[in-house]
């Protein structure tokens, strides 16, 4: 079954924490991106990928860090950094950045 | 600023109504706009994009660089239309600046 695969759906953290947000795809695409999403908010986009071992910044990057060591895999962490973590969280890839994205169902990050 | 706006939240229409979903950009180059529709429980998908020209699941969105506006229109609203949508500009080639959405209801 070909997709992107966010996991886990639910992420609980204490505030301080580090966590990462796992985000898998198999559908062969070169690009990824990380997006955020808030209550009353259009999509922001955090990182960008758009080969392996190359990521950029997006609009909003500070509190953020990514990898790409796998074309498949673009794991995001939500460092202690972040002043707003708690959000719903949205990957998605395209088989080239000016292409169709394609979402995840996206995690949902409660830092408590 | 590069920016979109969805001025409505929510909108009601019921079966069989035209329905528009408005959207407003701001961009000072040639902008490249698209629809995205979340239907309930399933992922954020594209729905249609400003350069197809194309009408899909009966929907339409003309540019009016003008007005810089894109709204989303359909003749005749059915059930299963309800969802999120979601006005999308493409700014460079990685970079896409979302409105905040719209949650359309059709009534039956």
């Known amino acids: 079954d070909g997709g992107i695969t966010q996991s886990p759906k639910y992420l609980f953290r204490k505030e301080g924490q580090n966590v990462t947000l796992s985000c898998e795809q198999n559908?062969?695409?070169?690009?990824m991106y990380w997006y955020r999403q808030d209550p009353g908010q259009g999509l922001r986009l955090i990182y960008y990928?758009?080969?392996?071992?190359?990521?950029q910044k997006g609009d909003i990057a500070e509190g953020y860090s990514v990898s790409r060591e796998k074309k498949e895999s673009f794991p995001l962490t939500v460092t202690s950094a972040q002043k707003n973590p708690t959000a719903f969280y949205l990957c998605?890839?395209?088989?080239?950045?000016?292409?169709?994205?394609?979402f995840g169902q996206g995690t949902r990050l409660t830092v408590v | 600023a590069q920016r979109v706006t969805q001025p409505e939240k929510l909108l009601s229409v019921f079966k069989g109504a035209p329905v528009e979903l408005k959207c407003n950009y701001s961009?000072?180059?040639?902008?490249?706009l698209f629809w995205y529709v979340q239907y309930s429980r399933q992922r954020l998908q594209l729905l249609l994009r400003?350069?197809s020209r194309e009408s899909i699941k009966g929907f339409t969105a003309d540019l009016n660089k003008g007005e810089t506006s894109f709204h989303l229109k359909k003749p005749f609203a059915q059930e299963e239309d309800s969802a999120m949508y979601y006005c999308?500009?493409?700014?460079?080639?990685?970079?896409?600046?979302f409105g905040a959405g719209t949650r359309l209801t059709v009534k039956p």
């Open positions: 990928s758009q080969i392996v071992n190359d990521f």
């Open positions: 999308a500009l493409r700014v460079r080639n990685n970079d896409m600046r």
């Open positions: 559908l062969n695409h070169d690009a």
């Open positions: 998605a890839s395209s088989i080239s950045p000016r292409a169709e994205a394609f």
């Open positions: 961009y000072s180059g040639s902008p490249e």
């Open positions: 400003h350069i």
